[in-house]
């Protein structure tokens, strides 16, 4: 089974699976949370990484941390076509225009933030920017 293979399967019960040979790390976080400090502790070189829920501002972190490969149960349209523009393979069971927030009403508040940026290393800052900011809320 092939270290993609594996993290998909490892998304059972799990938000995130990032899996290289024999180092298996999961995430069980609500949100984009967990991949911010996992991302922010180290790089995915050479990890083959799945998550429930991909959009653009995820991708820019998956990126800006140099993933081998990418599956989505959801992925945006947007998350795709950044890691396509960066070179990295991705995959999804479902392809969606937009990641919606959890209210159901509006964009994802993260997506929000990256959407008028195409910089991993500008979008990572203002992801941080705003997970501190709806910290305060």
């Not at 990484?49 to 989505?72: F, N, P, T």
């Not at 349209?77 to 209210?103: K, Q, V, Y």
Request: hydrophobic share 40%.
């Amino acid at each position: 089974m092939s270290d993609l293979e594996r993290a998909k399967a490892g998304l059972d019960g799990h938000s995130l699976c990032l899996v290289n040979e024999d180092t298996v790390i999961t995430d069980d976080s609500r949100g984009i949370g967990g991949l911010f400090s996992i991302t922010g502790e180290r790089d995915l070189v050479g990890f083959s990484c799945a998550d429930l829920i991909i959009g653009r501002a995820a991708a820019m972190l998956y990126i800006k941390a140099s993933a081998a490969a990418v599956h989505g149960r959801v992925m945006s349209e947007g998350a795709a076509s950044l890691f396509g523009e960066h070179g990295i393979p991705c995959s999804w069971d479902t392809l969606t225009e937009r990641i919606i927030d959890r209210s159901g009403k509006d964009i994802c508040p993260m997506d929000k933030a990256v959407a008028d940026t195409g910089d991993p290393n500008e979008g990572r800052r203002l992801i941080g920017d705003t997970l501190e900011k709806l910290r305060r809320q």
